[in-house]
């Protein structure tokens, strides 16, 4: 069967169909090609042949032609575009050319570098095997069997090191290696990096925010250490779809380069649904599950013998989606037409893809996926990066991946070659889905979002420096990237005064016994792991592991924890020894962990009196404990049960900038009903009507029909409270309903109301990183109408995610006049009637948008009366 089939099929079916708000269909592109260069090496020219591959890619050629020019080139192309072969070729026919020439590939996960290892060693095969039937000199013969390649990372046995920095040409490795592995101890690395030609950082686009800060500056101390060896290295860069590839590549090198962003690459028609799920209860404006209709297409697809990719939100998500999947397999609605053995066989045939699986079981998945024996993987956006995975003909989207960029990276994962493909975006509930859902416009309309890193922040940059100079004494005048020697020796005083650098003779040199490399994590504030183990015969065997930050959700006690939809039940975690410990199981529900937050001041550095209130920054302890979990029905979502648990509390201490919002300003707002923030007040006759409305719903939920358990299930109000001028409207009993406290956080969802507060803290959220130069996920938001850390007053707090802080909070503080003058122009120019993503923030779909209200309190924050 066909994708056509499929679609026409899907036309078809009124409860497929009524769904889709949007289906766009992109047009095919046709390939412009162009032949080999003619001073390409013969050997590359020959293995190309037998390959089938008789010309290049304009892009490709235009690589080249730079390359030939020794100019640093960035490539902006599309998914499978063939950005690596543009790059091989050159280097590979330089390497090829010259005995001593040594090339570095930079990748930011592991697993990309696998991938490269093993196109490259292909490649690399076929021209030894061809060098007998070439007629070639006895010196190139002997070049081609000199190209030897390594994978030098995390994984790479210690054993095995040492031969691959003697006779690897090419190094395949990430930054983190790079950055504690091979520059502090360089010596080891002296033949190669004096013969370093090429360096191949690969998807920059995953070099933003903090993580690109640091990488920016692990390059500068990988160009001081090629410059102490006397070689001068030429740069590939590639990149998916952003809006500033050049920009972003300029600060990540600090040199000139030059885009080649003329995909010349052919590509099929692409097939782009919006979806959004059928309504469930009109009176509430419950949508069916996303997860559900995501595995509900997912079934028809694999019905077609359409191979596909299901990206999804999180590793919960993704192993709920697998057992979906696979339990509806064998009783799915056409499995009357298949037969049901086969069925079941082809069960093995999708697999999940995610963080904490083993290498080895993603490297046989990636496999199974080029082969076609793989034709379903749920993924999360792990395989949204550049790894091979083979021509996918469908990628579903389990809720909108929370950026323009990433949204048009997974969906490039479908339509390799000149066949065409289908990409469906499944909406979710939330408000910014249902935005997009019915404003497709918005997405399609609209250009990727910047890519954005700061080198020069300060707490990063005197890091690096301190690395640098271990690895090498800075000479008086010295540079460091693009810093003045000025500026560097104004950092270097800091460092004498705090006494690991002292400067002798003209020269700076590293004192202190430590390895500081040590001390900086580029990615995750810690680097723990908790590995998870099964029993197996009469010991325990690792199947998996999760960052220790995230073991009290995903592995606390009790907890059903989900491994290619396989069962267990953990019954114990020790979070000292690092080592969670599971059992088999089979039970009928699943769990979600019961988690509460609170952010606390430890110290205050600063603060400010401003109009509508007050600013300041300083240290505070973000707190997340996870107190307990939920039993929850599969398919069904009913609850089945609750524990508690009594685990440490995690605290994140860093920096914060907050705004209080003094209560003459409230008052204002309030008395011109631009204030929604208090706290409900219900009414004399709220218990009596809600103890009615529960007896007349007979004590059970009116979405899932699920019983009272433990707990009174809550009620509420289909028209919200809010919207009334009197309580005894309000609590009338046709407008009360009885709901578990599950279907009830789906249904405030849905019916949303955005204040001013939450309006305007989602605009500094989004507004911040564009003054830092950082990316939205380095800021954390938190904003409450009474406030501890403001007093009681209502309080909208940023706060860095990465510990201690890096100076973004003492920035904000400094420029907060800036942001809500800026927050004002958004919402301002906005052309939306009551709040949308770019502004405010959506409502819920069928809630209150919060733009008036927003407008009203950024007004007094910048002028005196809200009337002025």
Same mark, same amino acid.
């Given at each position: ?5 499929? =679609? ?134 002997? =070049? ?87 070689? @001068? ?26 885009? #080649? ?55 919960? @998500? ?146 690096? =420096? ?5 690895? %090498? ?29 002292? !400067? ?57 924890? =989900? ?23 089979? #039970? ?6 019961? #988690? ?115 707990? !009174? ?14 309580? %005894? ?21 849905? #019916? ?117």
């Amino acid at each position: 069967m066909s994708l056509n089939q499929l =679609l026409s099929h899907w036309r078809a079916e009124s409860t497929i169909y009524s769904n889709i708000t949007e289906w766009r269909n992109i047009d095919a592109r046709f390939a412009r090609l162009t032949s080999f260069p003619e001073d390409m090496h013969p050997a590359l020219v020959k293995i190309l042949d037998q390959r089938g591959i008789s010309s290049l890619y304009e892009h490709q050629l235009s690589t080249w032609n730079h390359t030939k020019k020794s100019e640093n080139v960035i490539l902006a192309t599309g998914t499978a575009s063939g950005k690596s072969f543009a790059y091989n070729l050159p280097i590979l026919d330089a390497l090829l050319r010259d005995e001593k020439a040594r090339a570095l590939y930079i990748f930011p996960t592991k697993a990309l570098s696998q991938d490269q290892f093993n196109e490259l060693s292909i490649t690399l095969e076929g021209i030894s095997e061809l060098n007998t039937h070439i007629n070639l000199p006895q010196s190139s013969n002997q =070049l081609i069997h000199s190209i030897k390649i390594g994978v030098y990372d995390g994984d790479t046995k210690q054993k095995d090191r040492p031969k691959i920095r003697e006779h690897a040409r090419i190094i395949l490795s990430n930054p983190d290696m790079l950055h504690m592995g091979i520059l502090p101890h360089h010596t080891r690395w002296a033949e190669f990096f004096a013969n370093l030609k090429f360096i191949v950082i690969d998807e920059i686009h995953a070099y933003r925010g903090v993580f690109g800060s640091h990488v920016a500056n692990v390059f500068r101390r990988l160009r001081r250490i090629t410059d102490f060896y006397g070689s @001068n290295p030429q740069f590939f860069l590639t990149s998916a779809t952003i809006a500033n590839p050049v920009e972003l590549g300029r600060k990540l090198i600090e040199e000139p380069v030059q885009l #080649v962003d003329q995909d010349g690459s052919s590509r099929g028609k692409t097939n782009f649904i919006i979806y959004n799920p059928p309504i469930v209860n009109e009176d509430l404006g419950l949508r069916r599950s996303s997860l559900l209709e995501s595995v509900r297409l997912a079934e028809d697809l694999f019905y077609y013998d359409i191979q596909t990719i299901i990206f999804g939100r999180s590793r919960r @998500n993704i192993e709920l989606i697998l057992t979906y999947l696979r339990q509806s397999l064998p009783s799915g609605r056409w499995n009357q037409s298949v037969n049901r053995s086969e069925i079941i066989n082809n069960i093995k045939s999708i697999r999940g893809y995610r963080s904490g699986y083993l290498p080895a079981e993603r490297r046989a998945i990636e496999a199974g996926l080029r082969t076609g024996k793989v034709k379903t993987v749920v993924a999360t956006n792990a395989l949204e990066l550049g790894i091979d995975i083979g021509a996918m003909g469908a990628s579903i989207l389990a809720g909108y991946p929370g950026s323009i960029a990433s949204t048009w990276q997974q969906a490039g994962r479908a339509g390799r070659g000149d066949d065409p493909s289908l990409v469906v975006m499944v909406a979710s509930s939330s408000p910014l889905d249902q935005f997009l859902a019915h404003n497709p416009g918005y997405f399609f309309d609209r250009s990727p979002e910047k890519a954005l890193i700061n080198p020069d922040n300060l707490l990063i940059l005197l890091a690096h =420096l301190r690395c640098a100079l271990f690895e %090498l004494p800075f000479q008086a005048g010295e540079n460091f990237g693009e810093l003045t020697p000025e500026q560097v020796q104004e950092f270097f005083e800091l460092l004498i005064a705090e006494g690991v650098a002292h !400067e002798s003779g003209g020269k700076y040199f590293w004192l202190a016994d430590r390895y500081p490399a040590d001390n900086i994590s580029l990615r995750v504030a810690s680097p723990m792991k908790i590995l998870i183990q099964i029993p197996q015969e009469e010991s325990w065997v690792t199947i998996g592991e999760v960052d220790y930050e995230s073991s009290s959700w995903l592995v606390h006690p009790h907890a059903i924890y =989900l491994q290619e939809s396989e069962m267990f039940l953990v019954t114990s975690l020790d979070l000292e020894k690092g080592i969670a410990r599971l059992q088999p199981t089979d #039970v009928d529900y699943y769990t979600v962990p019961k #988690v509460n937050t609170s952010i606390e001041t430890i110290a205050i550095f600063a603060n400010q009196a401003v109009r509508g209130g007050e600013i300041s920054y300083g240290e505070v302890s973000v707190i997340s404990k996870v107190t307990g979990f939920r039993q929850v029905k599969w398919f069904t979502h009913e609850q089945l049960g609750f524990g508690d648990l009594d685990l440490p509390q995690q605290e994140l201490h860093t920096m914060g900038f907050w705004l209080s919002i003094d209560q003459e300003t409230v008052e204002q707002l309030r008395q011109n009903g631009l204030w929604s923030s208090d706290p409900n007040r219900y009414g004399s006759n709220w218990i009596e009507q809600r103890n009615l409305a529960r007896a007349r719903d007979n004590y059970q939920c009116q979405v899932c029909g699920n019983s009272e358990i433990e707990r !009174e299930h809550d009620v509420h109000h289909k028209t919200p409270f809010r919207q009334f001028q009197s309580f %005894l409207e309000a609590n009338q009993l046709q407008n009360l309903i009885t709901l578990c406290p599950t279907c009830h956080r789906r249904v405030e969802t849905v #019916v949303k109301l955005r204040s001013g507060l939450s309006g305007l803290a989602y605009l500094l959220n989004n507004i911040a990183p564009l003054f830092l130069m950082c990316d939205s996920r380095d800021l954390g938001v938190y904003s409450e109408p009474q406030s501890q850390i403001a007093h009681g007053n209502p309080a909208i707090v940023l706060f860095e995610r990465i510990p201690a802080g890096i100076g973004f909070s003492q920035r904000l503080f400094e420029i907060h006049n800036s942001l809500v003058l800026s927050a004002s122009d958004v919402v301002e120019s906005c052309k939306c009637r009551d709040g949308c993503p770019s502004c405010v923030g959506p409502a819920g779909e069928i809630g209150i948008g919060g733009k008036k209200e927003t407008s009203a309190l950024i007004a007094l924050l910048k002028e005196r009366n809200i009337n002025s």
